[in-house]
């Protein structure tokens, strides 16, 4: 079965030979990254001159699940302490809603979790965070608009740590990838928490918006660069056919998604598998 960013290319040449510059362009356009591009040109230009459209979308569809890994490690809780789950990103990708759809997922699986509100720059963010677990059932720790987030995420390490629960998840501030100090403002967060457990914050995923293509690839650098991520979490699969770029990520930074969004509702989240992923895109 056709990729469906090539459906229509495969259409088009389903009993000629393909054109190569337009092939190329189909699969640039659904943001697999330059260098996955080039690695399946290669692969089909082996085969010579007599590639059809559904060779190329069979091929496509082998070299991207090569890339994705089959299995990820499990999500277990740490035997005597939380483990920290740092979750950033820039404006707009859905990290508040995602902090809280994960918890829920956690709290799904029985496990014990804690929310905390660190988007401080935002007051918004803070109220909907604290709704968010009334509605699940969940604790959040937060302070006041403009608080010290990095304050913050001590503190609730400490509280969590005390309680015995398993999982804290702190959501930061959205900041743009591009402001210098904003990233140096995360990676003080990130220091924090270290100061109760070295390896904190165990997790750093950063979210990102399946309909913002290429750019996410960008946001991915800079935030690797700031941080060292872990993860993924991938949001608005559901409104886009897109999300290749969750293959350049991987491809080009080794950097795997986690959990992938496809709705508004709490369950409308799940872990990542690459097989439902590929099949999600076709």
């Known amino acids: 079965m056709a990729l469906g960013f090539l459906k229509s290319f495969v259409q088009k040449f389903s009993s000629r030979p ?32 007599s590639v059809t459209g559904e060779t190329a979308a069979a091929v496509a569809r082998e070299e991207i699940l090569q890339v994705l890994p089959a299995v990820l490690p499990p999500l277990r809780p740490l035997p005597s302490k939380p483990k920290a789950i740092l979750v950033v990103g820039v404006n707009g990708t859905g990290k508040t809603t995602s902090s809280a ?14 929310l905390v509100a660190a988007d401080t720059f935002r007051a918004a963010a803070i109220e909907q965070l604290d709704s968010w677990g009334q509605r699940l059932g969940i604790d959040v ?32 501030a959205g900041r743009l990838h591009t402001k210098n100090h904003l990233m140096q403002e995360l990676s003080k967060v990130a220091r924090t928490l270290a100061k109760h457990d070295e390896e904190a914050p165990h997790e750093k995923w950063l ?24 993860g993924l979490i991938m949001t608005k ?23 992938v969004g496809t709705g508004e509702k709490p369950g409308d989240f799940a872990p990542f598998q690459r097989e439902t992923f590929v099949s999600r895109i076709l």
Not at 33 to 41: A, H, R, W, Y
Request: proline share 2%; hydrophobic share 40%.
């Open 207 to 230: 979210v990102v918006d399946a309909t913002t293509g290429s750019n996410a690839l960008v946001q991915a650098k800079e935030f690797h660069q700031a941080i060292g991520l872990t």
């Open 101 to 114: 759809k994960l918890a829920h997922w956690f709290k799904s699986h029985r496990h014990t979790c804690l």
């Open 18 to 49: 393909v054109d190569w510059d337009e092939l190329e362009e189909a699969l640039i356009r659904a943001d697999l990254g330059v260098p996955m591009t080039l690695k399946i040109l290669d692969t089909l230009r082996v085969r010579g001159s």
């Open 141 to 172: 720790v937060k302070s006041q608009y403009q608080g010290d987030s990095a304050a913050l995420c001590y503190d609730a390490w400490t509280s969590a740590h005390k309680k015995n629960v398993e999982f804290l998840i702190c959501d930061t």
């Open 237 to 259: 699969l559901d409104g886009s056919g897109r999300g290749g770029v969750a293959v350049a990520i991987q491809n080009e930074l080794g950097i795997p998604t986690r959990f």
